[in-house]
């Protein structure tokens, strides 16, 4: 039997092949706008800057290549997803502002794909459904209580319902289903085809990619890499779960990690013993949850949190990751999905996503320094990353549109505490949430441990 493949970036790479490596920046130059960063929210920005100015002069520096980090390793879950704090951006900006944000993000998967259409970018996109699935009484009271919330805005009050065990099992055969909360709406992609198709795009109207350029600093007018400096009036950051490594931003955006595991193909007839005909988004209501999907080539790509946070802030060397991890991913495959307890794992990854104090999203533009940000999208961003691209290209030329008045536009967030509070908590936080899964399947009651590591997560 051929050994799993630990790591070497994402199975997604493995499945197309990793990019011809772009040269990096051969000394000073200048440009209109310096973007810092190759990955959805760097691409995006420029792809959307060239669509409002196409003269503009762009470069992107990238410290390896483009499509390295999260964008080429994630779940491939195009949700349009607005999962943050939403009494929160209530709070700071009243229900219609945050209303608005709703249905900008639920319009990101119809843009992403019209994008893609447009582009001729094949990242094995299908339309389909997310399911959230419950295994326990407490999971499923914990999505009837969502439902509730969901129906108190217009969009997801379309998009969401509730279905039972029967109805589940239609549709996918979980082991001890009891129901699942629907969100239609959704797309499944291959991450890293949609990422070296933006970076083609991007490149086919002239914007400049640098790959293997490390950036050492970054300020007003200018980006000093081991490379070169480049000059530019525009200087734009999206970085995401690496911003920590930016001197200056230790603290600004915790480095959360996640991890995957990918099956062997399933044959026909395994497929028709567990369902899942429909191509669904498959996550559960644990609260230390999983993500998985059935990719195009019929496997079952399994995720989850493993080691949730390295001291520092520190990410993982290409994508390899722990053997518990591993053990802990196949597991719940196995758990969910007893039906493919004898198939082999081919390949398993990790990937780094960046989480502000407050676990909100933000995208930010100072128009007199010409410094900008957008990320933090907590383990949503593949179609965050779109509106925020296009949010900042728009704050950067000065337009004002529906999008740049979001409630996540230049919202002030504060820093994450120093170390070895930041590892403490976070792994503490981490350790109740399984506890309270644990105590939950065990006695069917919601647990009160899970409310207070909620509680620590935002407060």
């Known amino acids: 039997m051929t050994p799993m493949r630990n790591g070497d970036v994402s199975f997604w790479y493995a499945d197309i092949g990793l990019p011809k490596p772009r040269p990096p920046l051969d000394g000073d130059r200048r440009a209109d706008v310096c973007i810092i960063g190759a990955g959805y929210t760097g691409l995006w920005a420029a792809w959307y800057l060239k669509q409002l100015d196409p003269g503009l002069d762009i470069l992107i520096v990238e410290r390896e290549f483009a499509g390295f980090g999260a964008s080429g390793r994630n779940g491939g879950w195009l949700t349009g997803s607005c999962d943050w704090g939403r009494a929160r951006f209530v709070a700071e900006s009243g229900k219609a502002a945050v209303n608005a944000m709703i249905a900008a993000m639920a319009g990101t998967v ?12 094949d990242a094995d996109i299908r339309r389909t459904d997310q399911l959230t699935v419950a295994t326990n009484k407490a999971q499923m009271a914990r999505l009837r209580v969502e439902l509730a919330e969901r129906a108190d805005w217009p969009v997801e009050r379309y998009r969401t319902h509730l279905i039972g065990a029967g109805e589940l099992a239609g549709r996918m055969r979980v082991a001890d289903g009891l129901g699942a909360l629907v969100i239609r709406g959704v797309a499944r992609v291959q991450p890293a085809k949609l990422v070296q198709g933006l970076a083609r795009a991007v490149e086919a109207r002239g914007v400049r990619i640098a790959e293997a350029t490390t950036v050492l600093r970054y300020g007003p007018g200018a980006v000093v890499t081991d490379r070169g400096t ?96 591993v053990r802990a991913l196949t597991a719940i495959l196995h758990r969910y999905f007893p039906q493919v307890a004898a198939m082999p794992l081919v390949h398993a990854w990790c990937g780094t996503l960046g989480v502000p104090r407050d676990w909100c999203a933000t995208v930010g533009f100072d128009a007199a320094t010409g410094l900008g940000f957008a990320g933090g999208y907590v383990g949503v ?35 994450w505490e120093p170390e070895p509070l930041r590892w403490l908590g976070v792994h503490a936080m981490f350790r109740a949430l399984e506890l309270a899964d644990r105590r939950e399947a065990r006695t069917g009651r919601e647990s009160r441990l899970a409310g207070w590591a909620k509680w620590m997560m935002r407060r």
């Open 230 to 325: 480049v000059r530019a009036r525009i200087i734009l950051r999206g970085t995401e779960g690496f911003t920590a490594g930016l001197p200056g931003y230790r603290r600004e955006w915790l480095a959360m990690n996640s991890a995957q595991v990918v099956t062997a193909p399933l044959p026909e007839a395994l497929w028709a013993e567990i369902g899942w005909q429909g191509g669904e988004l498959m996550g559960d209501e644990a609260h230390s949850y999983c993500y998985a999907q059935r990719t195009a080539d019929g496997r079952i790509a399994m995720g989850g949190r493993g080691v949730p946070y390295r001291y520092g802030s520190a990410t993982d060397v290409r994508g390899a990751t722990q053997a518990a991890t």
């Open 110 to 121: 119809d843009e992403v794909i019209a994008v893609c259409a447009a582009e001729a970018i």
């Open 381 to 415: 961003g593949v179609s965050t990353s779109n509106l925020a691209g296009r949010t900042l290209a728009e704050l950067a030329l000065g337009r004002v549109t529906e999008r740049t008045g979001l409630p996540w536009v230049n919202r002030r967030v504060r820093k």
